[in-house]
């Protein structure tokens, strides 16, 4: 999984690389853009957003078809300066967001024709991503239907079978009939197809024999692998109170995992995020791009936040999610011992946790599963005085024979020991 | 062989009984209860049921339940709405807080999880307690999760709000203040600054009524407090130094247990005993029932209580004679040599010896301070400038108080920290004199004998949920800081009565501005307050400028004292009231992990009896050996005229003939159901000289030729009879000899000649040695004094469970550690009780303490009898127990020569079986419990895991601050809860760590290390200071 990503950005790179060599001279427009959003970024993105939603400002698609350009430089340059000479655009805007003044920004006209073009591009660009997401989410719903329909094939192919096994048997038979009749034998008794079908058994027991013990280990493996995955939730994927998207938040928005599972690089568990931090962006991002306001009123909710007055009161109530990494009771796992000490990738248990919709289990989450990683992952050893120390002790024979594939693994000191995760 | 010393557990090993003969060699004292759950034989036999309706059923139910277990389980995760800064799930936050019941003091860390708290730890930054804690401290975590605790105030037997509760309060009391009407505060002692800040300030605001505070102690130091009044002018108690003490001199002082300041005591007295220093305090113990003290002592001299005044004045007399003081009346008693050898120990220390009594006796508190006096030990040893104020109450107050009371002259009555009603002699009839008292509220965190007799009761917080201060010693000031939010409806004293007198200000915010004006006023360090109280919060206490040393001026009448003292009363019996290391004065009786803690002198659990000598018991025919099958014997008791009916007698080796012995603070009920455990001993007290008397003359009893069932752990989990297990010397030996002298290796005979036998193994060598770290521990004999501080902390943060009195008879405690208590007499003593002796062993044994754990053996025989591997040996020298893995064949039991596995018999946390006692039977006990560690599951093995998640913890740290591990920064439970520091635990293969030198000491030994176990637990030979050589 790993190397799949480190493949995939390295694909990315090269792209990149060749796009830019090629374009760098001739399309400054698309230099513009990319300073645009830059810019956007920086300046703008605190309190406004590119679609129309509205944030501590106003949401600012479509403004500079509503707007003058010029007027947009001088806006955005002194807003308070545009106000004061009584412009009755200004004037109506300041009025309409409770008087909260737009801060002079430090741009100039070509960086504002950036930003401009950016905010564009992005309205061109915002229907092509909903329908991303809505394609993704029918196909996490319709995955459930395949067992069924697969059992609908089996059992029509099936009665097909039986169909054209009767079809051919009273062509045989006729055949039989007239060929009776042609030599003129005695005609052929005339049989129920059971009769027949045990006849076929006791002449042909070898085939039979085999043919059962075929089916017998289909039948056992079938059983087999069932009982095997009892207790094992690989995609596991449960509904959850709030339609949380981790694809919208991790992937397109680009936030660290560590910003809202920031104990997982201290705690035991990475921990859920308490309402009171997605308000750290949600205080002013009220709207989402598919669930509109409806999911994000939920974590409200839970606050007795009101969107309005940006007040909040005192009946609070916690969220409660369905947990979906499920381990034993007996098992002891420290997120920050892979996290923070072995500098594991959150991704490497979670999966592409960046494209999920609705989070699910990626991993089988088995002891197999932990075992086979502690005997291939190397152990970070560099800048630890922890390890130091520990290598330091370890006597000549042994750090041979441990660095005898040039690594030292997680198993070789100590990791697949039962006391490690149970106790 | 040096030491052929005779050990044994009991009575039961000393005389080699054949039911003895037949147990000792059993792992499992009976077969698998199978009865238990099949009904009885008979039953099954005339059974309805026919074999395939059986099996039939027995298929549905497999198949029924392996289709429940396929269905997903939904498990809902519920983060905080607004999450703290500093909470986060899975990690482990400390408060330092400090404890005080009236009995206790130490300064606390408390571990918290989620908000819980679920462990108490000493504080080592405190100089008094220097991170020691004991049983009843590390216990008391669990107090708070009673389910028997009020959930709000009660008014007649119906809980009320606290506004009705307040506001009727308030109209009779406002009634009976105006008209300045009698309102008494009857409290333990209370040494916090703020609250008798806020009494005086009561007193005050109503200076037309008689308001009073009158003190009492459930178990009272009056006569100690009296006698120092006289001889230095202060009510006070003094603070000892014992760890200058070369020489000590107890009379019936136990002071590691019950004495005031007893944590202190115990870390101040085992630094006393340190061998290699070159030096070691002597220990003289005259005292009548074994105490953990007598136990511990170099010299124990059984003496009766009535004679404890004559031995002060005969030693007070035999000092005297020497420094040339004039001598006072003393009567001869039989043990005049004896104490001749303590004095003449005593006058060799002048000025670094102490003399300590545990008398209630004013008379006799006087002649010891008169003792102490002349051997110059104050200003030395003993400081009364900077006093002790953990006991305040006077005696004498208390009775006419009740008398007041009696005479229906008191108007209201505040009871606060006090059970009066449980702990006053009969004689005084408080309860007749409570029904007298126009307003009586109790202040109580639970329903005791005192609230059933109140109309109104204000339900209080457990401590963990309070705030508080407290100043122990003169200068030593410390506070007490809520871990948790209250769980139910409650309200500490202070709150109320602040309400009570209209103030809006909260006690956290007078505590506040008494710190303020008080501590932080008379000091420099900080410049602003809120910095000040944050860093002092943070410490748990602060230490003002210690008060200069006065010369001390004796004024004590020490001729009328010991007229007084040394009077003789005979008679036949005499019975001593006394504390039991893990109940105490019974504030936490109803804590089942002190219930099932074995008493550290008798093993016995959740019971109280009456001890009495073997051969005493002999005589009147009790019978002296208890287990499943045997049980005690059973009289009717009266002592001071009050009966007892039916209560066990056990014979108790090192009792003193002709004296009983009872424990007080039992007789409350606990649990779900409300069981009464043992009976109340404390009605049977009276008043003598003053003050109440911890004995009495006037007992009789009456044998009833009935049996008792008693639970004991006494010959639970003997070793074979390898008694290799304890190695002793004297300091003599220690000193002058070598090695092999006191602590041979153990050379086994082989074809090549004789070997060491490390140097014989069967396996190849376990790669521990030099691989990352080796844990290992060391416990040192001579620091252990047995008092079972490391067995409920370990209990606390293993989730040890609690099996209750049947279980433990069954020899099925699930304790992972537990304390072996070795009696041993010099083979002299049992070669003459063959001929017609005085002294036979069990009369004053001499008692070896040693903690008994998994001892994770290298070469252990339990982890190659395993057939499923449920338990292996991982690099770093652990011996590890898979629960997941293990099939319950209890093989490992079997072949363990430690005998230190357990096997869960039963789901102990929900069969209803235990519901009435085990805590984690309900939501609000399971509370406690340690989310790192599993709560293991029925008919698997279970045992020490040398705190493998504290391991793991401390190892992670290190890792992420990218460190090596420190030497002493991972300590299990045990080792950070023990008071004398007896435990070292760390890296065996850190060559600078204190364990690994304490491996190398020449005190070093491994317990049955001849059989090439090769433990990673080490022992330290025992050394006693006495002149004979007992080795």
């Known amino acids: 999984m790993k190397l799949l990503l480190f493949t995939k950005s390295k694909v990315h790179f090269q792209a990149l690389f060749v796009f830019l060599f090629l374009f760098a001279f001739s399309t400054t427009k698309l230099v513009a853009q990319e300073d645009g959003e830059k810019l956007f970024k920086s300046y703008c993105a605190s309190c406004h957003s590119t679609g129309s939603n509205q944030l501590v400002g106003p949401g600012l698609a479509g403004v500079s078809d509503k707007y003058e350009r010029e007027w947009l430089y001088n806006w955005i340059k002194d807003s308070q300066g545009l106000i004061a000479s009584g412009d009755a655009d200004a004037v109506a805007i300041f009025e309409e967001f409770n008087k909260i003044p737009m801060p002079a920004q430090p741009v100039n006209n070509e960086q504002i024709d950036a930003i401009l073009d950016f905010i564009k591009a992005s309205e061109a660009a915002a229907p092509a991503a909903e329908v991303v997401v809505a394609e993704t989410t029918s196909e996490s719903t319709s995955g459930d239907g395949s067992s069924d329909g697969g059992l609908f094939v089996v059992l029509g192919l099936i009665i097909l079978f039986l169909i054209v096994i009767s079809i051919l048997r009273g062509v045989s038979h006729s055949i039989q009939t007239v060929r009776a009749e042609q030599i003129g034998a005695q005609n052929p008794e005339e049989r129920t197809m059971l009769q027949a079908f045990f006849d076929w058994i006791n002449a042909n027991k070898t085939i039979v024999a085999l043919i059962s013990i075929v089916i017998l280990s289909f039948v056992a493996k079938l059983g087999w692998d069932a009982a095997v995955d009892i207790g094992i939730y690989t995609g596991y994927q449960p509904e959850q109170p709030i339609k949380f998207s981790h694809k919208l938040h991790a992937g397109t928005n680009g936030i660290d995992c560590n910003y809202c599972h920031s104990s997982a690089s201290f705690s035991k568990s990475a921990g859920i995020p308490s309402p009171n931090l997605c308000m750290n962006c949600h205080t002013y991002i009220q709207e989402g791009p598919q669930y509109g306001k409806e999911e994000i009123a939920k974590i409200y909710a839970a606050l007795d936040f009101d969107p309005v007055t940006k007040k909040y009161g005192t009946n609070q109530k916690p969220i409660k999610w369905v947990k979906v990494h499920n381990l034993p009771d007996h098992v002891y796992f420290n997120h920050s011992q892979h996290v923070t000490v072995g500098k594991i990738a959150c991704q490497k248990c979670h999966g592409p946790v960046e494209e999920f919709t609705v989070g699910k289990q990626h991993e089988s989450l088995t002891m197999g599963w932990c075992i086979d990683c502690h005997r291939e992952t190397k152990v970070q050893m560099t800048d630890n005085g922890y390890y130091d120390e520990i290598h330091k002790r370890l006597p000549e024979k042994l750090k041979a024979q441990y660095l005898e594939d040039g690594t030292i693994t997680v198993s070789e000191l100590g990791g697949i020991e039962c006391a490690k995760c149970h106790y | 062989m040096s030491n052929n010393k005779k050990y044994w557990k009991g009575v039961e090993e ?587 002198i008798s093993k016995i659990t959740w019971d109280n009896y009456l001890v009495m000598n073997p051969s005493d018991a002999r005589e009147n025919g009790f019978a002296t050996e208890y287990g499943e099958q045997k049980n005690a014997d059973t009289v009717n008791l009266t002592v001071n005229g009050y009966s007892f009916e039916n209560i066990p007698v056990i014979a108790q080796p090192g009792q003193t003939k002709g004296t009983l012995g009872v424990a007080l603070g039992y007789g409350q009920a606990i649990g779900k159901k409300n069981e009464v455990i043992g009976f109340n001993a404390y009605p049977a007290m009276a008043m003598n000289n003053g003050s109440i008397a911890k004995y009495s003359t006037d007992v009789s009893f009456v044998a009833t030729g009935e049996d008792y069932q008693i639970a004991t752990t006494q010959t639970h989990h003997t070793v074979m009879g390898r008694t290799s297990v304890v190695r002793e010397t004297n300091l003599d030996t220690f000193k002058n000899g070598s090695k092999d002298d006191y602590n041979p290796a153990h050379i086994l005979s082989t074809g090549d000649g004789p070997k060491d036998v490390s140097e014989i193994d069967l396996w190849a060598e376990h790669p521990v040695k030099k691989v990352g770290h080796h844990w290992g521990m060391s416990i040192d004999l001579n620091a252990c004094i047995g008092c079972g501080s490391c067995v409920t902390s370990c209990n606390s943060e293993n989730n040890v469970p609690v099996v209750g009195k049947d279980e433990v008879r069954r020899s099925r405690e699930m304790h992972w550690m537990r304390i072996d208590r070795y009696f041993s007499s010099n083979p002299e003593d049992v070669e003459q009780r063959n001929y017609t002796s005085m002294e036979t062993p069990e009369e004053n044994p001499q008692v070896v303490h040693q903690p008994m754990m998994c001892q994770h053996c290298n070469h252990a025989p339990c982890e190659t009898v395993c057939p499923v591997a449920a338990t292996t040996h991982s690099d770093e020298g652990i011996n590890q127990m898979t629960y997941n893995r293990c099939i319950g064949t209890r093989y490992c039991a079997n072949n363990c020569p430690y005998k230190v596995r357990r096997f869960n018999w039963f789901s102990y946390q929900n069969l209803n079986r235990f519901e009435a006692l085990n805590p984690s039977q309900d939501d609000l006990g399971r509370m406690v419990l340690n989310p790192d560690v599993t709560v293991r599951a029925r008919g698997v093995m279970e045992k020490c895991s040398l705190c493998v998640q504290i391991i793991q913890t401390g190892k992670l740290e290190a890792k992420k601050e990218g460190r090596k591990v420190i030497d002493g920064e991972i300590e299990t439970a045990c080792a950070s809860a023990c008071p004398t520091h007896a435990i070292t635990f760390g890296d065996l293969n850190d060559e600078s760590s204190l364990v690994r030198k304490a491996s190398e000491s020449n005190r070093s030994y491994r317990v049955i290390e001849e059989v090439g176990t090769q433990p990673n637990i080490y022992y330290q030979v025992k050394v006693r200071n006495t002149e004979t050589n007992i080795a």
Request: net charge negative.
């Open chain 2, 14 to 600: 000393l005389n080699e009984t054949p039911s003895f003969q037949e147990s000792k060699n059993k792992e499992f004292s009976e077969l698998i209860p199978v009865e238990d759950f099949l009904g009885d034989a008979n039953l099954l036999e005339n059974s309805q049921t026919t074999r395939r309706d059986f099996l039939k059923y027995l298929g549905f139910g497999v198949t029924a339940a392996s289709l429940a277990a396929c269905e997903t389980p939904v498990n809902k995760v519920i983060p905080y709405v607004v999450k703290t800064d500093k909470t986060s799930p899975g990690v482990a936050n400390y408060f330092a807080t400090s404890y005080f019941d009236g009995n206790d003091y130490c300064d606390i860390l408390v571990k918290t999880r989620e908000g819980r708290p679920i462990k108490i730890e000493g504080n080592k930054m405190s100089p008094l307690t220097k991170g020691g804690v004991n049983a009843r401290i590390n216990s008391s975590v669990l107090s708070l999760y009673d389910g028997n605790r009020f959930k709000s105030p009660m008014i007649d037997g119906s809980a009320v709000s606290w506004t009705t509760f307040n506001d009727s309060i308030k109209k009779e009391l406002s009634a009976i203040l105006s008209k300045g009407g009698k309102v008494r505060l009857l409290t333990n002692t209370i040494h916090s600054p703020s609250t008798l800040r806020l009494i005086a300030e009561f007193k005050s605001n109503y200076p037309e009524a008689d308001i009073k505070q009158v003190t009492y102690d459930a178990i009272s130091y009056s006569g100690m407090l009296e006698a120092n009044l006289e001889s230095f002018g202060k009510a006070v108690l003094p603070s000892y130094n014992l760890s200058k003490a070369k020489s000590i001199v107890s009379i019936g002082a136990d002071f590691m247990s019950s004495f005031p300041s007893s944590i202190e005591l115990t870390h101040q007295y085992a630094s006393g005993r340190k061998p290699e220093n070159g030096w070691m305090s002597k220990h003289f113990q005259f005292e009548s029932s074994m105490s953990l003290t007598g136990s511990n002592a170099d010299v124990r001299v059984p003496v009766k209580t009535s004679l404890h005044g004559a031995v002060v004045a005969n030693l007070y007399n035999y000092i005297a004679k020497k420094v040339g003081a004039s001598s006072v009346s003393a009567a001869n008693i039989e043990i005049q040599e004896r104490i001749e050898k303590a004095g003449e120990h005593l006058l060799a220390n002048k000025g670094a010896s102490i003399v300590l009594s545990g008398s209630n006796d004013k008379s006799i508190q006087v002649l010891v301070n008169g003792i102490n006096d002349m051997l110059g030990n104050y200003g030395s040893t003993i400081d009364i400038a900077n006093h002790s104020n953990e006991r305040k109450g006077i005696d004498g107050e208390v009775s006419s108080l009740v008398k007041e009371m009696s005479a229906g002259s008191v108007d209201a009555l505040m009871m606060v920290g006090v059970n009066p009603s449980l702990t006053m002699p009969s004689s005084i009839n408080f309860n007749e004199a409570l029904g007298k008292v126009k307003l009586a509220i109790s202040f109580a965190s639970r329903p005791n004998e005192t609230t059933t007799n109140t109309k109104y009761i204000a339900a209080t917080p457990n401590y963990l949920e309070s705030w508080g201060d407290a100043n122990p010693k003169t200068g030593y000031y410390a506070l007490i800081q809520p871990t948790i939010n209250p769980l139910f409806d409650t309200k500490q004293f202070e709150d109320c009565l602040l309400s009570w007198m209209d103030k809006s200000e909260s006690y956290y915010d007078y505590i506040r501005a008494t710190w303020e004006s008080t501590l932080f006023a008379n000091q420099t360090e900080s410049v602003f307050f809120g910095d000040f109280w944050n860093k002092k919060l943070h410490d748990g206490l602060y230490i003002s400028k210690p008060e200069v040393l006065e010369p001390i001026v004796f004024a004590g009448n020490v001729s009328s004292a010991a007229s007084q003292a040394s009077k003789i009363v005979s008679s036949d019996w005499e019975i001593e009231f006394y504390e039991k290391v893990g109940i105490g004065s019974g504030n936490q009786a109803s804590n089942p992990w002190l219930q099932e803690l074995p008493d550290p």
